[in-house]
């Protein structure tokens, strides 16, 4: 069975080394998201990038593969991401976010089968 209905992709770009009370922040944001009944949230490390500092972080230098660029992919209906939004404002220090409009197709077993 297919669902299909708009949502809203939040994507977040933060360091992996960034911290919320003693934990790594990207681990915060996705356990919250999940304490909020959120549809899904995504953790990719990246392999390389900056941010407005313009410093490079890279797994191709030893001494900078410690703090790379961490993008964390949220998607739920619009209403249920609006609060979602108010919350990251109070963990994120320094990152950036990305709200957009997207249509979603969703893959369910046929409860007749």
Same mark, same amino acid.
């Given at each position: 069975?297919?669902?299909?209905?708009?949502?809203?992709?939040?994507?977040?770009?933060? @360091?992996? =080394?960034?911290?919320?009370?003693?934990?790594?922040?990207?681990?915060?944001?996705?356990?919250?998201?999940?304490?909020?009944?959120?549809? *899904?949230?995504?953790?990719?490390?990246?392999?390389?990038?900056?941010?407005?500092?313009?410093?490079?972080?890279? =797994?191709?230098?030893?001494?900078?593969?410690? @703090?790379? $660029?961490?993008?964390?992919?949220?998607?739920?209906?619009?209403?249920?991401?609006? $609060?979602?939004? =108010?919350?990251?404002? *109070?963990?994120?220090?320094?990152?950036?976010? =990305?709200?957009? @409009?997207?249509?979603?197709?969703?893959?369910? $077993?046929? $409860?007749?089968?």
């Amino acid at each position: 069975m297919k669902v299909e209905a708009d949502a809203q992709k939040v994507t977040v770009f933060v @360091n992996s =080394t960034d911290q919320w009370h003693g934990r790594a922040l990207y681990t915060a944001i996705v356990q919250m998201c999940q304490q909020q009944g959120i549809a *899904g949230a995504t953790v990719s490390r990246c392999t390389e990038g900056y941010g407005s500092h313009r410093t490079l972080h890279t =797994t191709r230098l030893l001494e900078l593969s410690e @703090n790379l $660029p961490v993008r964390i992919e949220i998607i739920d209906l619009p209403e249920r991401i609006g $609060p979602l939004l =108010t919350a990251l404002e *109070g963990m994120i220090g320094e990152g950036l976010v =990305t709200i957009a @409009n997207v249509r979603i197709l969703r893959f369910l $077993p046929d $409860p007749k089968t």
